[in-house]
């Protein structure tokens, strides 16, 4: 099945993302996230295996990408860890996480394989 214009765009706009941003922080929920994005290239990637509070007080960058999972626990995640980092003056990035939301893509372990179906 060829994948329709507007599609095509939204994964060729995300390709371009995920090029510029591989040396970015990316924080996710899990082991399987991590992996997906270590895949595409990312080189720090940290999973969601502590207390958020713990996870937002040891970044020392000022702006990171999250990427949580689509779903409804994804999104509640996503809004208590942007408030967090807002409060401590970290800029999250949501250019990556936004384009996601315009695919079927709900997983963030599934982006890999998602973008190979058209590569």
């Known amino acids: 099945m060829k994948p329709s214009h507007e599609v095509k765009a939204v994964i060729e706009e995300m ?18 996230d991590k992996k997906a994005l270590e895949a595409l290239g990312f080189s720090k990637v940290i999973i969601l295996n502590k207390p958020l509070y713990e996870i937002v007080e040891s970044i020392k960058e000022k702006r990171v990408l999250l990427l949580t999972d689509l779903d409804k626990e994804g ?37 890999t394989s998602y973008l190979e179906k058209f590569v």
């Open 75 to 111: 999104k509640q995640i996503y809004c208590e860890l942007k408030k967090d980092l807002d409060k401590r003056g970290i800029m999250v990035d949501d250019c990556l996480r936004n384009l996601l939301f315009r695919t079927e893509l709900r997983q963030i372990e599934g982006l």
């Open 15 to 32: 390709l371009a993302l995920i090029e510029k941003e591989k040396d970015s922080l990316v924080i996710v929920e899990g082991k399987k």
